[in-house]
């Protein structure tokens, strides 16, 4: 049985959780597991040759791969082939959460821990600037970025950072939602970035930038940023709770708060989510799809309706492969123990998604996804492998390089011709 894994956290932490974890796992139930962590960067190719070699593999994937992953026919329909699992994992979680692992009514994977992106702000330069409270709107916050810029000309107001942790995509979506959820696809079935909303929010970034309320973000890796920011250099951007959580955790003077993110005038301040789930991949058939295309491949088979995996799995579930099945779904449960999931978030800096579980200390720590997310926007219900396309014009937009309508419209163009793959689309 094989679970594979791009590693989170410190170096070698998950290693060593996972090999005591199906150590057990090996002596209890005689499953022996093989755990492999490959490099987030062909992450998405790794899945698409795991999942043509004929065997039942445990494997992590970001939400937004679900869709498509799930109409190409890779991924087990774990209701259908561990329905007394699914039942005891449904009792565990938020309705919400769970239902964060379906496709079309069928439960593909379970919510393991994710992350929610929100408005951090250092609450003693605010203090000091006499700003009462974190801003609620767009307005709000460019006033709040005045008053910081006369009282600090030194710090910078508003910290964009560059995507040198794969993250920008996070920091500017909260802005192309702007406090609502939107549709993504036009009448024809395909992205478009270009619509009223999101220009308008990421007008508003290039705004900011242009008024020198906000860094350009050309040389500003993440952790200068977040370094800033703990360092009072820096005194509002986007990120991560679960970093605030460490940081408060670590250094319970900091003056670092969180807060929903700012909104249109109108809108409703919303936090940003963002998660991961166990799924089961179906080994046989790649569906046409070449291994090395990765997701970007994976568009057209996952257009052509009702398409199945191979892998002996008949649309009543029978198959050859149901031992192999089995100790996949034993392999999960194993990670979803709450006395593991608790080892493994702490080690991580993630936040758990299962019910009640507030594993950090402290009542105003306790953020715990599952709650946050009752307040959150969500990724788009697409293949997330547009971010490299839409991330980079974004960029330039922040740059002063473009204005926000033409970098969407260029990356609605680029992305509708092929993307980075120059696939058809």
């Known amino acids: 049985m094989h679970v594979h894994k791009p590693p989170h956290g410190p170096p070698g932490a998950e290693e060593r959780l996972f090999a005591a974890c199906f150590g057990k796992l090996e002596r209890e139930q005689g499953i022996r597991v093989i755990y492999g962590a490959p490099a987030w960067e062909s992450w998405s190719s790794a899945v698409m040759r795991i999942a043509g070699d004929g065997a039942a593999h445990v494997v992590y994937i970001p939400g937004g791969w679900l869709p498509a992953l799930a109409a190409a026919g890779k991924l087990v329909d774990l209701s259908e082939r561990l329905p007394s699992l699914t039942e005891s994992w449904r009792r565990e979680y938020p309705d919400a959460v769970y239902r964060m692992g379906s496709w079309k009514e069928r439960q593909y994977g379970i919510p393991v821990y994710g992350a929610v992106w929100c408005f951090l702000y250092n609450a003693a330069l605010f203090a000091r600037a006499g700003i009462p409270r ?21 710090v910078v107001s508003y910290g964009i950072p ?5 993250h920008f995509i996070d920091h500017g979506y909260v802005y192309l939602f702007g406090g609502r959820r939107f549709d993504w696809l036009d009448a024809d079935g395909r992205l478009r970035f270009d619509r009223d909303w999101p220009v308008k929010g990421l007008d508003f970034l290039h705004g900011m930038v242009e008024r020198g309320l906000a860094n350009v973000p050309r040389e500003t890796p993440s952790a200068q940023i977040k370094a800033w920011l703990m360092e009072g250099r820096v005194a509002m951007t986007v990120g991560p709770s679960e970093w605030l959580l460490q940081q ?26 963002s998660y991961g789930f166990y799924g089961v991949l179906a080994g046989g058939g790649r569906c046409g799809i070449d291994d090395t295309a990765g997701l970007d491949g994976l568009d057209a088979a ?4 009702g398409s199945r995996s191979a892998g002996g799995i008949d649309d009543n579930g029978h198959s050859g492969d149901s031992g192999r099945i089995g ?31 507030p594993f950090y200390d402290g009542a105003d720590q306790a953020a715990v996804y599952a709650e946050q997310v009752k307040h959150s926007g969500a990724f788009p219900d697409a293949d997330l492998s547009f971010a490299p396309v839409l991330t980079a014009e974004m960029l330039a937009c922040l740059r002063l390089e473009k204005t926000a309508a033409q970098a969407l419209r260029d990356a609605t163009d680029h992305w509708n011709r092929g993307g980075e793959a120059g696939c058809e689309r």
Do not use: Y
């Open 134 to 154: 974190p801003p609620r709107t767009w307005e709000e916050l460019q006033a709040c970025a005045r008053k910081l810029k006369q009282r600090f000309p030194d």
């Open 302 to 305: 996952a257009g052509i309706e």
């Open 248 to 273: 408060r955790n670590e250094h319970p003077e900091t003056a670092l708060r969180a807060a929903m993110m700012p909104c249109p005038a109108g809108g409703e301040p919303l936090s940003f989510s």
């Open 162 to 166: 560059d995507d040198s942790d794969g």
């Open 327 to 357: 100790a996949a779904g034993e392999a999960m449960n194993a990670l979803l123990r709450p006395a593991f999931l608790e080892r493994h978030i702490r080690a991580i800096g993630m936040l758990p998604v299962r019910h009640g579980e």
